[in-house]
Structures are given as C-alpha cells and as structure tokens.
C-alpha cells in the first residue's frame, strides 16, 4: 500500500485532511473530489465572492463579454443582412457588462451550492504559510488572524495580469485583461500590446463593436502554436475588421498623455509612435503567489511566479500539490477541473502514478472573433517529426449550415496519417468551433480513423457535417 494509501499524516492532529488555496476550477474540483472520499476540506478564498479569475475576470466574463459582443454588434447575421446590421446602434460598456454581471452571479451561487453540497467549508481571508502543514488565515477586512493546519494542501491559487513598473497603469486608460470589466466607457480607438491568446481575442471583439484596434506584438505570426492556415485565416479576417498588425514590433514605452482625443502614446524601438484612446497590456501572466510566502513552507516557485509541479501535481514538497493557472501551461479551465480531482485522488491513495495521464488529450478553444478550436497535431509539428500526413478540408460556405448561419469564412481540416486512416488533429476557425471540436476529440481518444466519419450518419442540416466532408476530401486527395 501507498504512503497516500495508508495515510501517513493519520494521528498528528490536523485541523483538516485537505486545505485548498483558491476556489477556481481546480479548487473547486480538488475540494470535492477529497470530500466525496470522506476527507474534511477546507477551501480558503481571498476574493469575497468565490470562483478565482475563472468566474470574476477571466474565463466566464470574458466569453460572457464576447457572447454579448456578437449579440448586440449583429455579427453574426453580417453575411446574411450586411456589413451595416447591428442589433443596437449606440452600445455601451454597461449594455456589455449587464450580460456579464448576470452570468456571474449565477455562478457564484452554482458554486457555492456545490461546495455546501459536498460540505467543503469556504473560508474567506488571505492565505499565507506559516509552516508546510500550518496556513494563517487574516479575515477580508483585516480585523483579525487564525491559523489552521492540515495534512495536504493544494495551491490553487491562479495567475494575475503581468505588469510592468514603468506602465502608469491606470485602469481606463492603460489597463490589462483583468481590468476590463471594470471599465466605464467604450473606447472608439485602442493598443493591443500582446498578442497572446487573450491580446487577441479581446482585440477581435472591441474590433467587431467598431474599435479601430492595433495590435503589436514582437513575433512575426499571430497566435504560432496554430497550425498554420487557422493563423492565417485569423490574421486575414481580423484584418479585414479593421485590425491593424504591427507584428514584429517591440514596445519602448507608454505614456499616458493630456491630449483628450488620444490620451494614450506607445512607442515602437523601430522608432514608430501609436496613438489611441486606450492600450490593452496583455503580455501574459503570473503566478498569484507572492502573498502566500511559499518560503515558509519550502515550496519552490519559477521565474513568473509559477509552482513547478511534477506528473502527479506535487510540488518539491510530496504534501503540497499545485494545480491549474499557477502550474502554467496549459492554463486552461478545463484542463485545471480535471487536474484538481486527479491532485485530489493521489492524495489520498485513488491514483499512485501519472495522475495527468487522463489529460494530455485536450482540445484547445480561442474565444477570438471567429471561434478556433484545435486538437492534436498540426502540420508543421508532423512535418518536423517526419511523420507522413494527408488533409482533408470542409468549408462553412459550402456547408447548408454555415449557409443558414452566415459564416462564410469557416474551415474545419482533418490531419490524418495515409496509411492506416488514423486521425491526427483537428483544426477549425468559425462558428461554434469550440463545441464542433469534440467530435473529432473523442474519434481520436478512441484511436479512429476518417472512415468513421465517411460512414457516419449526421443530421442535416448541421456543422457536423463539416467531418464527412472533410474526410472525403482527405480520400480523394489520397487518390490523385
């Protein structure tokens, strides 16, 4: 039997089995998954209403953001009823942030129902380590401390927004992805500084509400882990919004200046000066660790603050595990639920080995404008490999429901080996790519082949239909 198995700790007095740090999606998942097996669990959240960045600034808003984006701008019905359609003329930020505020709430009470369920207890504070068993606990309006103990301890604790000393940040002005829903007007020019997956799809939103929008970013290729012809389709539909690329660029500096109609300055190295009403910093993200001082515990943390974890999620301290955001890639929430429980369940002696063995197949979903979801290889990652390909492509516009829906710029690929049909990835930019993806993610988990979806029967009219048409083109191209 483990050392998890037989529980090692049994007897020393602890004040719980379990001490979660953060109430995001891994939290969450590791919080239950420890109480479904009988363990008491305590979740300690600094924010006042739980949910981590998942539901309050990252996740949840932002596709409630977009969502809201596409409904009032009449993005969606463009390619049926013009490029002048809109749903509601003069939109505001607060028009935005209604949708958003409603989602969110909605959530927090889901959540707060599940942990009350399962009997988590939800403590509200600061957390901080006193030892590497022991975490102190200071109330939200700093009145007082508690200290409180446990066997195992999960940090889940996410990310913040990476900032720079120099930036006056303002929060209006000049501010980052976890400002956004705290803004106050919609602004009719903006800098996107970073063209990460969050730089950019913030940017394709404001630039679908009619924001004149310029992204710079010091690589030569939007989005580069994409396979290749999804980038490139990106970059030319964004483009074709009125998104400006500087690529290859590097930012000097940002200022925030008087002038009233251009308050915002970013200079290029190359010698090039941007103007615009407001500047999006997004050049990644950080570990939110500084306040837990992880010293006190032994708990080593990388150069962004993030806590280096090995295949079962234990960090250089066997009883401390971290999961999700702060463990870095792939810094997904779907990826962190599932890494959370199975954290959980090597704790406490379900798993011995290769807790993330169930989660290195995951798709991938990019709220730009158009949605990208991927899954598996690319072209350019067989190619290095050496490993032998064919493709096979469906476009939306030729589609009966990409017809109906007005998308004309949709492509789903199929990257398949030649020889025994086995499907390699799944690539698709357009509407409801992030859903459409899971089809092709569960032939793959199966190790299937194309001729599933030749000889597959999908309801009509449907985007699923997208695969069938994609794998007879791959079969005909194998037959030239």
Excluded: W
């Excluded at 463990?327 to 011995?352: D, K, N, V, W």
């Amino acid at each position: 039997m483990t050392e998890q198995g037989k529980d090692a700790f049994a007897g020393h007095g602890f004040d719980y089995d379990l001490i979660v740090i953060g109430s995001g999606p891994s939290g969450q998942r590791a919080a239950i998954q420890a109480a479904k097996l009988g363990k008491k669990v305590a979740v300690l959240e600094r924010a006042r209403s739980i949910g981590g960045v998942c539901v309050h600034t990252g996740t949840i808003p932002s596709k409630t953001f977009r969502e809201a984006v596409m409904h009032l701008s009449g993005f969606r019905e463009r390619g049926i009823y013009g490029a002048s359609y809109r749903v509601k003329h003069d939109i505001s930020i607060e028009d935005l942030l209604q949708r958003v505020n409603h989602v969110v709430a909605n959530e927090v009470d889901v959540i707060r129902s599940q942990m009350s369920r399962n009997r988590v207890e939800l403590l509200e504070g600061s957390a901080r380590f006193v030892d590497s068993h022991t975490v102190e606990l200071s109330s939200p309006g700093g009145s007082g401390t508690r200290q409180i103990s446990a066997a195992r301890i999960v940090i889940a604790c996410g990310t913040e927004a990476g900032r720079d000393d120099h930036i006056p940040f303002d929060g209006q002005r000049i501010f980052t992805s976890d400002d956004v829903l705290g803004l106050k007007f919609l602004p009719r020019s903006m800098i996107v500084v970073g063209a990460g997956v969050i730089g950019v799809e913030y940017a394709t939103m404001f630039a679908a509400l009619g924001v004149r929008v310029t992204i710079v970013d010091k690589r030569p290729v939007l989005l580069p882990f994409l396979d290749h012809e999804v980038s490139t389709a990106l970059t030319y539909i964004a483009q074709q919004h009125n998104v400006l690329m500087r690529l290859g660029e590097e930012v000097a500096g940002i200022e925030l200046l008087t002038d009233a109609s251009k308050p915002v300055e970013v200079c290029l190295k190359s010698g090039k000066v941007l103007h615009a009403e407001a500047a999006l910093y997004s050049i990644g993200r950080v570990g939110a660790t500084t306040r837990l001082e992880l010293q006190n515990a032994g708990v080593a943390v990388d150069d962004r603050n993030r806590v280096p974890v090995n295949h079962n999620f234990q960090s250089n301290v066997e009883h401390i595990y971290a999961v999700g955001d702060v463990i870095g890639f792939p810094s997904l929430a779907s990826t962190s639920y599932e890494q959370g429980r199975a954290a959980a369940r090597h704790a406490f002696g379900l798993l011995t080995e290769d807790a993330d063995a169930s989660i290195r197949l995951f798709p991938y979903g990019i709220y730009t404008v158009p949605e990208i979801s991927t899954i598996g290889r690319s072209e350019d990652e067989l190619t290095k490999a050496g490993t032998p390909y064919e493709i096979g492509k469906a476009y939306y516009r030729e589609i009966a429901r990409g017809q109906i829906l007005g998308d004309r710029t949709g492509l789903l690929k199929l990257i398949f080996n030649p020889e025994d049909k086995k499907l390699l990835g799944v690539h698709i930019i357009g509407e409801q790519a992030s859903e459409l993806v899971h089809i092709g993610q569960a032939v793959m988990a199966l190790s299937g082949t194309i001729d599933y979806f030749v000889d597959a029967v999908f309801n009509f009219p449907t985007l699923g239909e997208c695969y069938k048409t994609a794998a007879l083109d791959g079969l005909n191209r194998m037959s030239y």
